[in-house]
């Protein structure tokens, strides 16, 4: 393979589109407790949902997986669907509502450029909310190089952006 070329530095991973066992169950995590909107519909089958009235930044199909099993966790497949806050406020503020409706974080971490929170979606999606830290503020080794790391994210401090 030829390594002369890298894909162009603004270029964006654009959406997910997930397969689900039951589509109203997932619209209710997506939309009614992370906040997404609904923004289309294909039957009753699929899904279109976003964030700020973008097309889709999520598709949900229950195309090849209505009623199934979630996928094996010792799989190849998806690791996870990572949800990128503008704000560490934002953060905060989703941590606060999931807190509050009593659903289950699975972890919650400080990687030095991040800092992000973890949970399953319905059908054991694995989703991150996230922010990044400004890029000057982002950890690195005495040779230049990015030294990002797994800690415990402090829940105490993220909560008092709330404040």
Known sequence: MNNSYTIPPKTRIGHVHLKVADLERSLDFYCGLLGFELIATYGEQAAFISAGGYHHHI??????????????????GLFHTAILYPTRKGLATIFARVHKAGYPFTGASDHGVSEALYLD???????????DRPKEQWPMNSDGSLN??????????????LA
């Open 148 to 161: 990002m790391y797994t800690r415990a994210l402090d829940l105490e401090d993220l909560f008092k952006e």
């Open 121 to 131: 979606d319905p059908d054991e999606n694995g989703v991150e909310l996230y922010w």
């Open 59 to 76: 598709g949900l199909n229950t195309w090849q997986s209505k009623g199934g099993p979630p996928a094996p966790k010792n799989a190849a």
